[in-house]
């Protein structure tokens, strides 16, 4: 029995491909694994907390010596940090936002991108910094307005989504990462309808994968 984290970080419901197409992954995930558990963050509507200067000095205290301010300024990033270790797989929908990610989607990351927690630093050791998240497997179904974002892509070098979110969750030891990618949106009508069949056909594919199903044990 595997647990499943959905993070959603567009703000559009029904018009949201990412959303549409991370509700395709879950549903075919849940049709052949029933056991597994589901879990869903909506950053596109309710969007974590900015990093404060009060969470800052919290962050880089030691838990013992934390004031009650302390705690409560680090209460949604402990919060978001355990539902990351209890999750197997994730499945991240992303709409590409300026070339990167959402401001939602970013400021998650800060939440769970946490010293002592979810990666270790020594400034004394000869590599200062380990990764403390491992045994996960994540999925990202990215959205885009135009297309060819894609690694090797014509638009590859201006896709600042993939290689971030490649370097932020590596950092934590999250190095299994799929990338599906929906594009066409800003042109729609048959150009949209063919990216968003060979994105399905892919999240169909990934989610009866031998690997996909290793994961779930
Ligand atoms: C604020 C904003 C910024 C966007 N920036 C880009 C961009 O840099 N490149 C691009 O191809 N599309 C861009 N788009 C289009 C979205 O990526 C596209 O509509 C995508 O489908 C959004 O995901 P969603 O359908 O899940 O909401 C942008 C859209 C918005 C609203």
Known sequence: MAQLLRLDASPRRSRSHTRTLAGEFVARWSAS???DTVIRRDLGHEPPPHVT???I???FTTPGERTPRMREALAYSDQVVDELFAADVLVLAVPMYNFGVPAMLKAYIDQIVRVG????FDP????PYTPLVSGKRAFVIVGTGDAGYEMGG???SMNHVEPYLRTALG???IDDVEFVYTGNDEFGGERLQRSLERARNRVAELTTERKAVDVAG
Not at 117 to 120: D, I, P, Y
Not at 124 to 127: D, L, V, Y
Request: aromatic share 14%; proline share 9%.
């Open 33 to 35: 694994r029933p056991d």
């Open 53 to 55: 200067e009060e969470w």
């Open 57 to 59: 000095a919290a962050a």
């Open 117 to 120: 927690r979810t990666f270790a």
């Open 124 to 127: 004394e050791a000869a590599a």
């Open 154 to 156: 014509p638009l590859a």
């Open 171 to 173: 950092f934590l030891g």
